[in-house]
Structure formats: C-alpha cells, structure tokens
C-alpha cells in the first residue's frame, strides 16, 4: 500500500528549482561583479562548463547525461520508498531540485551559471542550485542518522 507520504517533499524540489532558475535570470546579464556585502561576498556570473569546484571542464554532454541518469535514479527511488524519513526525503528532493537546475543550464546554455562568490576565503564561485544540492545533501545524511539513532533506541530497549 502507497503512504499518503509518498510524494511529500517535491515542494522542496520545486522550490530549489525554481530559485535557482530566478536567481540566474536575474544576474544573468549582470556585466562587472557586484558587491553585495563589502569583505564577504559579491555577484560574479561565470560559466562552468564542468562539475563542481570546476571538476571536469569541457565535458558538457557526459556530465549532462550523468547528472540526468543520477537524477532519474533519485526520483525513482523517492517514489518508490514513500516511508523514508520526512528529513531524508526533504534533502533528497532537493538535491534533485538543484540537480534539474544545473541540468537545465547545461541542456539551455552548455554550461552552468554560477555566481555567488565568497570574497572572505579562496573558494569556488558557486549558484543557488550548489547551495541546493549540499544542504540537501546535508538534510538527508542528517535525517539517515537521526532515524537509525531512533531505530538503535527502540532495539537496546
């Protein structure tokens, strides 16, 4: 029997999606970098032709169909384990949000849009589907811990 949970948490694939894809419209045309904290972080669209932190630059069409296959899998597995853990869920669904975002500029653009950049540290410039993707990442691991926990509580009694 199919729990009423079953697709519960596709809002927050929705979501990432769709502030993803507002966030890149709006800086899209943007021409310089622009500061929006002075020291910490500021506006900077560059295109990423590879995968994260730069990873494999110029291999549009395999990471294309990776991410597509990965994708896939994911929503597949979200629809057929309804019982998940709602925070597992949650993360899940918006790793694939993020995912379709990223997917979306590569099929549209042939590379990805990313622009936050942090000016305090040395670290990559990335986009809100990035932040999607590792917070979701985050979530689900969190939510995996937190139901074995429970489960490890309920055994020892």
Known sequence: ?????GCSGWPWMALAFIADRIT???????????????GVLRLK??????VAF?????TGAPVAVG???VLAALTVYLLKKPDEPPLV????WLIVGGGLGNLADRLIHGAVLDFIEPIFVR???????DVCVCVGAALAALGL????????ERDDG
């Not at 029997?1 to 949970?5: D, L």
């Not at 730069?54 to 110029?58: D, F, I, K």
């Open 54 to 58: 730069s990873m494999l630059s110029g």
């Open 89 to 92: 869920r949650a993360g899940l």
């Open 24 to 38: 890149k419209a709006a800086v899209a045309g943007l021409a310089s970098p622009r500061t929006l904290i002075p």
């Open 67 to 69: 991410t597509a296959l």
């Open 1 to 5: 029997m199919r729990s009423k949970r």
């Open 123 to 129: 670290f990559a410039i990335f986009n809100v589907a």
């Open 45 to 50: 669209p560059v295109r990423n032709t590879g």
């Open 145 to 152: 811990l937190m139901a074995e926990t429970r489960k490890k």
